[in-house]
């Protein structure tokens, strides 16, 4: 798993993606996940500008790939209230998985991405996630979503 309750962050307080991405960066580099969070907030930020992430049913994928990492981290956030995510008229968004990716691991990262986009398409899932109290009941959730290694 590429995630643990430190980083999952149950009811998140920005009100726009780049809030969001910089809040989620914030956790990430807390966490002793991202060396540096300036340069990871940047490319999370211009990559989400670039191409949208949004796997429909209120799921986003920001993402952002930085040398130096040695592993794929996941920090998770869910938003109170589904917001404005992408262009004018597309979806919103509610949970917000934000993948920090070794540069040099393009490989582990596909694999994660189509484990979200699995996690996408299970309602019930999703459903568990939204109304999950707390970080741990997120990740008991997460947990049950498998990713080829």
Not at 31 to 57: D, K, M, R, T
Not at 106 to 117: E, G
Not at 130 to 144: C, H, M, T
């Given at each position: 798993?590429?995630?643990?309750?430190?980083?999952?962050?149950?009811?998140?307080?920005?009100?726009?993606?780049?809030?969001?991405?910089?809040?989620?960066?914030q956790v990430?580099?807390?966490?002793?996940?991202?060396?540096?969070?300036?340069?990871?907030?940047?490319?999370?930020?211009?990559?989400?500008?670039?191409?949208?992430?949004?796997?429909?049913?209120?799921?986003?994928?920001?993402?952002?790939?930085?040398?130096?990492?040695?592993?794929?981290?996941?920090?998770v956030g869910?938003?109170?209230?589904?917001?404005?995510?992408?262009?004018?008229?597309?979806?919103?968004?509610?949970?917000?998985?934000?993948?920090?990716?070794?540069?040099?691991?393009?490989?582990?990262?596909?694999?994660?991405?189509?484990?979200?986009?699995?996690?996408?398409?299970?309602?019930?899932?999703?459903?568990?996630?939204?109304?999950?109290?707390?970080?741990?009941?997120?990740?008991?959730?997460?947990?049950?979503?498998?990713?080829?290694?």
């Open positions: 798993m590429f995630t643990r309750a430190a980083l999952i962050v149950p009811a998140l307080t920005g009100k726009d993606p780049a809030a969001i991405i910089n809040e989620l960066s990430l580099h807390h966490e002793g996940c991202i060396p540096e969070v300036l340069a990871f907030y940047h490319s999370a930020l211009n990559q989400e500008l670039l191409s949208g992430s949004s796997l429909g049913s209120g799921v986003v994928v920001p993402h952002a790939r930085l040398s130096g990492l040695k592993s794929i981290h996941l920090a869910r938003a109170p209230e589904p917001l404005s995510w992408g262009p004018k008229g597309a979806p919103k968004a509610d949970l917000v998985f934000l993948l920090a990716v070794p540069a040099t691991d393009a490989a582990a990262y596909l694999h994660v991405l189509a484990s979200l986009a699995r996690l996408g398409q299970q309602p019930d899932r999703l459903e568990a996630i939204r109304r999950a109290p707390d970080a741990e009941a997120i990740l008991a959730v997460l947990e049950q979503v498998s990713v080829r290694q």
